[in-house]
C-alpha cells in the first residue's frame, strides 16, 4: 500500500516518522500533565500557568526559527530542536518546584494541545512542501495531519500506562509518570537521528538569502489575525485543561480519560481523509469553514451536557469535523506564499496563534478554579465560530494558483 501521495518525494517518509513519534509523546504529555502537577501539590489555576508558559515559549522559539530558517537551514534547526525536547522529558522528570517546571516549559517543548504549537511546525511544513509539487500539496499535508492524529490518539491511550504500572510493579503515581515523561526523552532522540537522515537537497540554502516574508506579507498577517482569534479559542480547551475539566465534572480516571481522547485521535483522523476530497471540490477555504462552524457548535452544546455520555458524544462529533481545516489551512497558506518566504509565513502564522493560545489556559484554568461549569468550552465554542465567519468573509474569495480557472 502506497503512503505516500504521488509525485511527493521520499524525503517526505522521514518527516512523517518524526511527526508520528512526536504526536505519540504529546498524545500522553497533553493528559498526563494536569495529573502530574497536581499530583504535586498544583491547583487549576497554577497548572493553567504551566500551559500557558509552554505556549509562550513556544510561540517564541517558532518566532526565531521561522525568521531565521532561510539563512541556518531548516534540518539543521530541526536537530537541535529534537535536543530541547530530549532536555524536556529529563527535565519534568527530575524537577518537583513550580518556577523550576515553569522555566522547562519555557523553554522545552511539551504540547498542552491537541494540535501541534511547537517549534517543529513551520520548519516541517516548510521542508513538506518543498517535497510535494503544488498538485499533490494538499493530499502531502492531508497524510502529516493524519499521522498526527493517528499515533497521537495511541499517545493518548498510552495516558493509561502509569495506573497500571502502579498495579503491576508497585509504584506511586508521581513515580510512573515520571517514567512517562523519561519516554518523552527517549522520543526525541529517536527524532534526532531521524530529521539527521533528511537530504540536503530538500533544504537548499540561497548564495544570497531572501527575506523572509516579501510580496506576500499583508496577506499572510491577515490570516495571522485570524487565525489569532481561532487560536484563543482553542487555547480555552488545550486537552490538558479539558481533561481537567473532565476529571472535576466528571470523576473520570486517567484510563478512561485516555480511552475518550483515542477515540476523538480516530475521529479526527478520519476527518483528515475527507478533507482533502472535499477541498478538491469545494476549495480550501469553504471547507476550513464549513467544517469548522458545526464543529464549534458542538462545543457550546458540550457545556449544558449533563451526563457524562452526552459530552462524550458532541466531543466525538466535533473531533470528526474540527481538524479538517489543519491540513487545508496550512496547504492554503504554503499555496498563496512564494516557495522563499514558506517557512516565514508557516512561522508568522503559527506564532500569534501560539502567542494567542498561551493568553487562554490561564482564564480557563481560572475559570475551573471557580466552577466546574464548562465555561472554558462554551466560551472556546463561540469565539471560533466567529473565526469562522470572518475568515469566509476576508479569504472567501481570494483562491490560491491551483483552484483559479
Not at 489555576?45 to 517558532?62: E, K, R, Y
Not at 478512561?256 to 482533502?276: D, K, M, P
Not at 452544546?301 to 449533563?306: E, T
Request: glycine share 10%; proline share 6%.
Amino acid at each position: 500500500m502506497r503512503i505516500l501521495p504521488v509525485d511527493v518525494a521520499p524525503a517526505a517518509t522521514t518527516l512523517y516518522w518524526a511527526r508520528g513519534l512526536r504526536a505519540f509523546g504529546d498524545g500522553f504529555v497533553s493528559l498526563l500533565l494536569p495529573v502530574y502537577l497536581k499530583a504535586l501539590g498544583f491547583d487549576a489555576f497554577q497548572i493553567g500557568l504551566i500551559a500557558a508558559v509552554t505556549l509562550i515559549g513556544s510561540a517564541a522559539a517558532t518566532t526565531v526559527v521561522g525568521f531565521t530558517a532561510h539563512r541556518y537551514g531548516r534540518s539543521r534547526l530541526l536537530v537541535i530542536a529534537t535536543l530541547l525536547m530530549i532536555g524536556t522529558g529529563l527535565g519534568f522528570a527530575g524537577f518537583e518546584r513550580f518556577w523550576p517546571l515553569a522555566l522547562i516549559a519555557f523553554c522545552g517543548t511539551l504540547n498542552p494541545s491537541t494540535s501541534d504549537v511547537s517549534l517543529f511546525l513551520p520548519l516541517e511544513q516548510a521542508l513538506l512542501a518543498e517535497a510535494a509539487p503544488a498538485r499533490a500539496r494538499t493530499s502531502a499535508f492531508v497524510v502529516y495531519s493524519l499521522v498526527g492524529s493517528l499515533v497521537g490518539a495511541l499517545g493518548a491511550l498510552a495516558a493509561g500506562l502509569p495506573e497500571a504500572a502502579g498495579g503491576w510493579f508497585g509504584l506511586d503515581l508521581v513515580d510512573a509518570l515520571r517514567w512517562m515523561f523519561g519516554l518523552y526523552a527517549l522520543l526525541g532522540l529517536a527524532s534526532y537521528h531521524l530529521y539527521r537522515r533528511l537530504p540536503v537537497g530538500l533544504d537548499p540554502k540561497a548564495e544570497t538569502p531572501a527575506p523572509p516574508l516579501g510580496p506576500s506579507r499583508n496577506v499572510v498577517l491577515g490570516l495571522a489575525a485570524l487565525f489569532s482569534l481561532d487560536a484563543f479559542g482553542g487555547g480555552l480547551i488545550v486537552r490538558s485543561l479539558l481533561a481537567l475539566w473532565f476529571f472535576q465534572r466528571f470523576g473520570l480516571s486517567l484510563a478512561t480519560a485516555g480511552t475518550i481522547f483515542f477515540w476523538s485521535g480516530l475521529a479526527s483522523a478520519a476527518s483528515y481523509v475527507a478533507a482533502g476530497r472535499i477541498a478538491a471540490r469545494i476549495g480550501l477555504v469553504n471547507t476550513m469553514v464549513f467544517t469548522h462552524l458545526p464543529s464549534n457548535l458542538c462545543l457550546v452544546a458540550m457545556a449544558f451536557a449533563p451526563k457524562l455520555w452526552i459530552a462524550v458524544a458532541l466531543w466525538l462529533v466535533r473531533s470528526s469535523l474540527s481538524q479538517m481545516d489543519v491540513p487545508t489551512r496550512t496547504s492554503y497558506v504554503m499555496a498563496v506564499v512564494t516557495p522563499a518566504e514558506r517557512a516565514a509565513a508557516a512561522s508568522a502564522t503559527a506564532v500569534p496563534r501560539s502567542l494567542a493560545a498561551a493568553l487562554a489556559p490561564v482564564l480557563a484554568g481560572w475559570l475551573l478554579t471557580v466552577s466546574p461549569f464548562g465555561w472554558p468550552v462554551l466560551l472556546a465554542g463561540s469565539i471560533k465560530a466567529v473565526y469562522d465567519l470572518l475568515l469566509l468573509a476576508c479569504f472567501g474569495g481570494r483562491k490560491p494558483p491551483e483552484e483559479r480557472p
